[in-house]
């Protein structure tokens, strides 16, 4: 693409400095209900045709992709989750600006005639998951009936988060810490792969789940010396919620098939994001699944020529949580500045996230890896004051030479520099746009200039938090 027009300049990656650019008073203002069911209408719920499709993050989470699910649900009859833990957050919001925090339970719950589904590719802590349903129940959302966990799906015990936090304190002091968020995610994974894990479907036989969760603590124990956790306790409280769990637990592979093969409408849910992938991330500093394409088709034994549409997520900017290279990472006022005004704050954990400017070196590896057919941008809105945008759009190696893709080598690319365009600000509160044709014509430049770069349609742009905050737009333009 020629990027003669706009300026670009190469600066390293450590730090760039820029004040009085932002308001931080310039927050999304709530609609008028009336307006805001009209606007649904026309943009949140357009018609979406595909009958299986999948929502993925892009980056390195946090991109909002519990919103598009929240919105895409209502068209869709079942919403699923293919891996990840509770280390997943997505905030969403209803109708009348109610916001929910979610960390197991698909986003589609808010939509009443959609069933919501738990994969085997996900690792469950059961407690967690029942004091979340206690939540939306509390607020008045039907669960039971609505919700199915896969038998397949790996147990995430108390034992699971213990390990997890020692191992991070092992690495204290070293560098090497990952930054996880102690849920457990990891260890419980571990567990799988090391074929010692328990499933849920092992409750169906209590003795036997018994002497398995017994075996499994024996490793923790003998692993490390301040081993901070009491199995009999654990073993009493699963015997007392079995009878509970076993009405939400089915053969989940068997049922998605099923419902593809008769035309049932699937709408898949990524948690994390491509960035985090084992194989394809930033390794170490990675989650311990795969959130890319690969882990949906796994995670529920779905086959990939089934999907109809892989639409990847990607903010306006980039958002980071824990350790690990950050080639476009902000410091200073501006980063300060944008955490503040998208409240970007861990969902999960409240961590502030780190904060940088859009890499579209990272965006086009996630998208060839995940083979996205359209994009959801978020949070344009978060930009709004700022004079101008930059995007990152190569890495300069130390040697001079810009690198061919996303590289594996992390020494090297924390070495690297990265190559920016800066594009023109739009200075304009878009947070009430609703149309395409209503939006700044340096937001639709922006926008444009992203899906050129990527050769991908950004169907979606997200002005704001709210299930109405979105402008659809049009393919071609």
């Not at 919501?116 to 967690?128: E, F, M």
């Not at 199915?148 to 020692?166: C, M, Q, T």
């Not at 920016?420 to 947070?431: A, F, N, Q, R």
């Given at each position: 693409m020629a990027l003669a027009p706009l300026s670009s300049s190469i600066m390293g990656h450590h730090q760039f400095k820029c004040s009085g650019l932002l308001r931080p008073s310039a927050q999304p203002s709530r609609m008028p209900a009336s307006r805001r069911s009209m606007t649904i209408v026309r943009a949140s719920q357009e018609a979406f045709d595909p009958q299986v499709c999948v929502v993925l993050g892009t980056q390195w989470g946090d991109e909002g992709k519990g919103k598009l699910v929240d919105i895409l649900a209502q068209q869709y009859e079942i919403v699923a989750r293919a891996q990840g833990g509770a280390n997943a957050g997505h905030t969403i919001y209803d109708n009348?600006?109610?916001?929910?925090?979610?960390?197991?339970?698909?986003?589609?719950?808010?939509?009443?005639?959609?069933?919501?589904?738990?994969?085997?590719?996900?690792?469950?802590?059961?407690?967690?998951?029942?004091?979340?349903?206690?939540?939306?129940?509390?607020?008045?959302?039907?669960?039971?009936?609505?919700?199915?966990?896969?038998?397949?799906?790996?147990?995430?015990?108390?034992?699971?988060?213990?390990?997890?936090?020692?191992?991070e304190a092992e690495l204290a002091g070293t560098g090497k810490q990952i930054g996880t968020t102690k849920r457990g995610i990891g260890p419980a994974y571990s567990s799988k792969a090391i074929r010692n894990g328990v499933r849920v479907g092992d409750l169906k036989d209590l003795d036997s789940f018994a002497d398995k969760l017994r075996k499994l603590s024996l490793d923790g124990e003998r692993r490390f010396k301040d081993f901070e956790y009491n199995v009999e306790d654990d073993i009493k409280m699963y015997k007392e919620i079995a009878g509970t769990v076993a009405p939400f637990v089915k053969d989940t592979v068997h049922l998605i098939n099923e419902w593809a093969v008769s035309g049932r409408r699937i709408l898949i849910e990524g948690a994390n994001a491509t960035m985090l992938d084992m194989d394809f991330g930033t390794y170490p500093f990675v989650t311990s699944s795969n959130p890319s394409i690969?882990?949906?088709?796994?995670?529920?034994?779905?086959?990939?020529?089934?999907?109809?549409?892989?639409?990847?997520?990607?903010?306006?900017?980039?958002?980071?949580?824990?350790?690990?290279?950050?080639?476009?990472?902000?410091?200073?006022?501006?980063?300060?500045?944008?955490?503040?005004?998208?409240?970007?704050?861990?969902?999960?954990?409240?961590?502030?996230?780190?904060?940088?400017?859009?890499?579209?070196?990272?965006?086009?590896?996630?998208?060839?890896?995940?083979?996205?057919?359209?994009?959801?941008?978020?949070?344009?809105?978060?930009?709004?004051?700022?004079?101008?945008?930059?995007?990152?759009?190569?890495?300069?190696?130390?040697?001079?030479?810009?690198?061919?893709?996303?590289?594996?080598?992390?020494?090297?690319?924390?070495?690297?520099?990265?190559?920016?365009?800066?594009?023109?600000?739009?200075?304009?509160?878009?947070?009430?746009?609703?149309?395409?044709e209503d939006m700044p014509e340096a937001a639709k430049k922006y926008c444009q200039f992203c899906e050129d770069a990527l050769g991908v349609h950004c169907k979606w742009i997200g002005v704001g938090p709210g299930r109405d905050a979105l402008v659809v737009k049009p393919n071609g333009i």
């Open positions: 009348d600006g109610n916001k929910y925090k979610l960390h197991l339970i698909p986003s589609g719950i808010l939509n009443p005639d959609a069933t919501c589904v738990i994969g085997n590719g996900v690792v469950v802590h059961l407690p967690g998951l029942f004091e979340e349903i206690k939540g939306l129940k509390a607020r008045g959302i039907k669960v039971d009936g609505r919700l199915i966990i896969s038998d397949r799906a790996h147990l995430l015990f108390e034992l699971h988060k213990e390990i997890d936090g020692a191992r690969g882990g949906v088709l796994t995670g529920l034994g779905i086959a990939p020529n089934r999907l109809g549409a892989v639409i990847g997520v990607a903010k306006a900017y980039t958002t980071r949580v824990g350790a690990g290279p950050y080639p476009t990472e902000l410091f200073g006022e501006l980063a300060e500045e944008l955490r503040e005004i998208g409240a970007e704050y861990g969902t999960t954990t409240g961590r502030p996230r780190r904060i940088g400017w859009l890499d579209m070196v990272a965006l086009k590896y996630a998208t060839a890896i995940n083979g996205l057919t359209h994009i959801n941008i978020t949070k344009l809105d978060v930009l709004s004051d700022l004079d101008e945008i930059k995007i990152g759009m190569a890495y300069i190696a130390p040697d001079g030479s810009r690198l061919p893709a996303f590289p594996s080598d992390l020494d090297l690319l924390e070495k690297c520099e990265v190559e920016y365009v800066t594009l023109p600000g739009w200075k304009e509160d878009i947070s009430k746009v609703r149309s395409w």
